[in-house]
């Protein structure tokens, strides 16, 4: 029983990080287009 949750959450910790990690690049990504768009206005 003990051992079924560890492993469960292991498999939620290693989700949520990679979650976390897919959203910091999104936010990269959005931020890259909005400098390109701005340099491109200027």
Known sequence: MVR???I???ASSML???ACNTIHGM???VES???TVADAAD
Do not use: E, H, Q
């Open 33 to 35: 287009v909005g400098d």
């Open 8 to 10: 469960g959450l292991a």
């Open 4 to 6: 079924k949750v560890l």
């Open 27 to 29: 936010g990269k990504d």
């Open 16 to 18: 949520f990080i990679s």
